[in-house]
Each structure stands twice: as structure tokens, then as C-alpha cells.
């Protein structure tokens, strides 16, 4: 691939948090895209390009081979976004979480490959680290996850890379946990849960709050699937990747969140036995493709409150559409 190259890129989970901001991105580049996904939030999260030429719309599983088969050909990239994320939401359907994150994903990359697809950038988690007690977590350290979701990303790790080849690059970023504003929103992450409450309630609680969270914000996560199709196949073949920015302990975000919103807002501190701390170095992805995240925490925040007045999120602690784990029950995934 060169680096001036319009790819046709297929975007499994382009619907979601992630990938409503990812695919509008993908086509101002000039690329074309297909999104593949459930379309369980609606197809309203990709309005925005909802009329570009060069969207293709699918809503369909990707346990569906036959569909695979149809799909794949045609498209040098894919980008594996679809899953069910987060532990919450994989705990609450731990059969469908496996068929979906696990079983699936060996068929979808064997498929791939023998369709002509060329690279296969794959969005693992930082969580496949589990608990370290290094100050620094870097890509060569031994992975321990602690959840099933986690356990399941690492073994998918493996898969791909067990069938890179010089014409079927694999690509593996383990991102921080994503924060700020989507077209397909999440409430139910960190330091959105946390500016919910600040906006709605007055309160933000904090259970612990000496744990560092590492953290990245949509944007700059969205770049970096941009970026990536600019690379050489050289020099990412094969290659995993960190991606986050800084690592704030949960008072810390706290802090920022209330620092944006209000200073009047109150911050509860709870203790938790949910001690696990971790500090993700993104040094390698620095080093080799010149990235770093420039978006804080802040700027997620600014980005929520800015939304919230312009009346862009309607009920944000009822809504089911906010929660992976409402709408799952809500759609009987349970």
C-alpha cells in the first residue's frame, strides 16, 4: 500500500462508539467504506454521511459466514471494531459475548485473507495486561487478563497474527478506554459516566480514587485507524501497538470533570475493593509512526457539556440508547 493510496475499508462495529466517529473520518480521506454492524442504535449515528457515495450501509452479524463471503471481496482493510464491549455488557450474556468476540473472529480473518483482503488492523484492549505492578506497561510484557472479555481479546491477538503473511498484514492496537462524544454515545464509560453526573445530578462519586485509569479521547482513537492507512506494510506487520494518553488516577478525572462543569459540584469518595491501578505506555506507536494523543480529558468533557447544551443528549439517565447493557436487554440479548 502506498501512502497516497483510497482503499476500500470495511468497518465491522462502524455503528458504534468508536466507528460513528471513525467512518466519517474514513471517507474524508477519501476512502471507501463499508460498515458492517448490528445497527442495534440505529442508523441515525452515521446521519451525518448517511448520503456519501461512498458508504455502504450492511446490517448484518459477523457470525454470518455466508455474508462474510459476499461482503469481504472487493476490500483491502478490514478494521475489526464489532464486539460485545466492555466486561459489564459480556458478563450479562457470557455465551453471546464469546460467539461474538471469540468464535467468530478465527472464520473472520481466515475469510478475509482468502477474499484478497490485505491488512487487518484489529482493536484489542489494554485490559488484556491485566494488573501490573511496573510503573510503565509496555506492548513486551506478558499479558494477565483478569475478565473473560479481556481473556478473549488476547486469544483473538493470536489468532490474527498466527495468519499474518507478507500479503495479509496484521495490525493490533490495545487501546486505553475511550472517552467523549459519539453520534452513538456511551454513558457507561469513565469520564463520561463521570460528566453525566456532574451535568445532571451535582454529584460525582468516586469509588477508591488513588487507581490510575488510562484514557484516550474519541478523536484521537479514530485517528490513528486514519493514520494507520498510511503506513507501510513494513513497518507494522505483525506490530501491537498502545494507544492512550494520559493516566489519571479516578479523583484526579474527577477533578477535571468538575473543573469543566462546575465548581459547585460535589465529589463523593466511596471505598471499593476494585483496586486495580495501571500506567499504559503509548512510547512505541510515538517512536515508530510519530503519534501521540493530544486531546485531555478536558477537551472530553468540554466536549459532553457542549453537547448536552445543545440539546444532543436527551434523557441521559433513563435513555437505554447510552447503556450497552440496557440496550442489550432491551433488544433481549439476554
Known sequence: MTNSAVLSVCVTGGAGYVG?????????????????????????VLASVAQHPHLTKIVGDIRDETLLRRVLPEHDVVIHLACISNDPSFELNPDLGRAVNYEAFEPLVRMARECGVRRFVYASSSSVYGVKAEENVVEEMSLEPLTDYSRYKALCEDILLQQQRDDFVALILRPATVCGYSPRLRLDLTVNILTTHALTKGVITVFGGAQKRPNIHIDDMSDVYVRAMQWSDASIAGKIYNVGYHNHTVREIADIVRGVVSPDVEIVTHATNDLRSYHVSSGKIAREHDFTAHRSIENAA????????????????????????????????V
Do not use: C, E, S
Open 20 to 44: 460513528a466517529v471513525l467512518v466519517p473520518k474514513l471517507l474524508a480521506a477519501g476512502h471507501r467504506v463499508t460498515v458492517l454492524d448490528w445497527f442495534l442504535y440505529g442508523d441515525d
Open 302 to 333: 468540554q466536549d459532553l457539556v457542549a453537547a448536552f447544551r445543545a440539546g444532543k443528549i436527551r434523557d441521559p439517565l433513563t435513555n437505554p440508547k447510552y447503556y450497552n447493557i440496557k440496550m442489550m436487554q432491551q433488544a433481549g440479548m
